[in-house]
């Protein structure tokens, strides 16, 4: 499948203009929206799930007009919302049957046989019984995701998932997703560059409602190949550095500061650094790499 998004527009009531522009195309795999809160990840997220028009442009799933044709897009789409809430006083074995239901699975073996599946796939088996109240943050994004497969859906969006999980469940979630994805078209949007750098197949960098990159992580890697310089310095030096120098990011390190610096060519006392995806979201929204 594949998610073709020609130049989608959105302004709110308000004036906020959250989507500028927006061309991006998304094929089966992972693909990792990446941009700071504001960017435009939710509106264009929930665009997309046809939870709320766009003002201009058009989203095509293969041959399915996206923005028009609703109610085929929902049939094939699962969505699980920024803000995800469950029913406390009952089990994720007894939600997920109910919901599979209601998905039109009527024939009781069945849906008892897709509901063990899909409990033994995001790892939740061991606490079926468990009531979804008593469920930790990561338990619940694992039972969203369960929830949404539940159709055999071609596209899967996942809006901020990860903020709030503990490492161990982060890396839970994110290797879960890119088993998905596999099969399907699976849009995680994030804020943290750690959940783009290693399951993404594809990525994108979006701030005030603009693209401001789009290709493999790997390709994000290379645009900023020998353009980034580190040093350790004071928190003076560092101070004095900024002034004159394009900084990227800095991060504290034993005691010291360490800066990355944007430059074509190496100036003063810098070492070339190994560029890490933080540089190239740093360079791209600073503005320091043209957009593609
Ligand atoms: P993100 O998901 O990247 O944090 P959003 O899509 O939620 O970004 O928001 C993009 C911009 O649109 C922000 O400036 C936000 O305040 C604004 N915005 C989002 N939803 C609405 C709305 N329903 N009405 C007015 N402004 C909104």
New binding site residues.
Partial sequence: MQLSIRSLTKT???G?R?LNNINLTINNGLFGLL???????????RTIATLQDADTGNIFLDDLNVLEQKEDVKKILGYLP?EFGVYPNITAEELLNHIALLKGIAITKERNERVKNLLVQTNLYDVKNKKLGGFSGGMKQRFGIAQALIGNPKIIIV??PTAGLDPTERNRFLNLLSEISEQVIVIL?T?IVEDVKELCSQMAI?NK?EVLFSGHPADALDSVKGKIWSCQVSKQEAKELMQQHQVISQKFNTGQIELHVWSDSNVGNFAPAQPALEDVYFSVLNGFINKN
């Fill in positions: 709110y009531p308000n906020v959250a941009g700071p809160n504001g960017a435009g990840k939710s509106s264009l997220m920024q809006d901020e949007s804020h979006i409602g």
